[in-house]
Nanobody, 122 residues
Framework: QVQLVESGGGSVQAGGSLRLSCAAS????????MGWFRQAPGKERERVGY????????IYSDSVKGRFTISQDNAKNTLYLQMNSLKPEDTAMYYC???????????????WGQGTQVTVSS
């Protein structure tokens, strides 16, 4: 059984930093995609970025590029999202997801965590 458990969310002032963690269990080697998504109230869930777990190649959305960094610790089966220079518009529920195939598409992600809230005040 696959489980993804996010942690590390909280409240921070604009310009601050947070690091989110996603502890994964039950994934197989065929799950080559792990990603971070976010959803603000009244908005659709959007992709923040993803990593191809085999090679560690990462892609970010334009809105977070240069501020957010995705990394993985294979020994701990944990995915991270380092968020710097946070802005009020980054406020959202952040979700970790895992899947297989073309990581570009949301449909590739079969497994989702419960989410962790990030609130950035101005």
């Amino acid at each position: 059984q696959v489980q993804l458990v996010e942690s590390g969310g909280g409240s921070v002032q604009a310009g601050g930093s947070l690091r989110l963690s996603c502890a994964a269990s039950g994934l197989s080697n065929s799950n080559n995609c792990m990603g971070w998504f976010r959803q603000a109230p009244g908005k659709e869930r959007e992709r923040v970025g993803y990593i191809y777990t085999g090679g560690g190649y990462t892609i970010y959305s334009d809105s977070v590029k240069g501020r957010f960094t995705i990394s993985q610790d294979n020994a701990k089966n944990t995915l991270y999202l380092q968020m710097n220079s946070l802005k009020p518009e980054d406020t959202a529920m952040y979700y970790c997801a895992a899947g297989r195939g073309n990581c570009v598409f949301k449909s590739a992600y079969q497994y989702w965590g419960q989410g962790t809230q990030v609130t950035v005040s101005s």
